[in-house]
C-alpha cells in the first residue's frame, strides 16, 4: 500500500488542523494504521494508532485529549484531527503501515504552530 498525507500548514497556538492520508493499493482495511511526527532535529516519534475496525486507539501522552485518530476504510483514508495546537507539535506528520508505524510510510506533511 503507498501512502499520501495531505492536510497540514500553518496555524495559530490554540488552532485545529485535519490531516488526511490516503491509501492506493488492496488491503488498507486489514492493516492497522499509526500517525508519527518528526520535529526539526529530533527522531520519530509515534503519535497513535488505530486498529483494523477503528474502534480502538491509542495515543502518546503528549497529544492525549486534544488529537484524534480515526479511518474510513470505504475511502481508503486514516485521518488525524489535531486540536488546541502548540508550538511543539510542530513536525512533519507520517502516516505509517503497522500499530507501531513500522511499516510502509508515506512522505509527510508539514504542520507548523506559530503566532
Known amino acids: 500500500v503507498q501512502l499520501v498525507e495531505s492536510g497540514g500548514g500553518l496555524v495559530q497556538p490554540g488552532g485545529s488542523l485535519r490531516l488526511s492520508c490516503a491509501a492506493s493499493?488492496?488491503?488498507?482495511?486489514?492493516?492497522?494504521m499509526s500517525w508519527l511526527r518528526q520535529a526539526p532535529g529530533k527522531g520519530l516519534e509515534w503519535v497513535s494508532n488505530?486498529?483494523?475496525?477503528?474502534?480502538?486507539?491509542d495515543y502518546a501522552d503528549s497529544v492525549k485529549g486534544r488529537f484524534t485518530i480515526s479511518r474510513d476504510n470505504a475511502k481508503n483514508t486514516l485521518y488525524l484531527q489535531m486540536n488546541s495546537l502548540k508550538p511543539e507539535d510542530t513536525a512533519l506528520y507520517v502516516c505509517?503501515?503497522?500499530?507501531?508505524?513500522?511499516?510502509?510510510r508515506g512522505q509527510g506533511t508539514q504542520v507548523t504552530v506559530s503566532s
Open positions: 493499493g488492496s488491503g488498507f482495511e486489514y492493516l492497522p
Open positions: 505509517a503501515v503497522g500499530s507501531r508505524g513500522a511499516g510502509n
Open positions: 488505530i486498529n483494523i475496525d477503528g474502534d480502538k486507539t
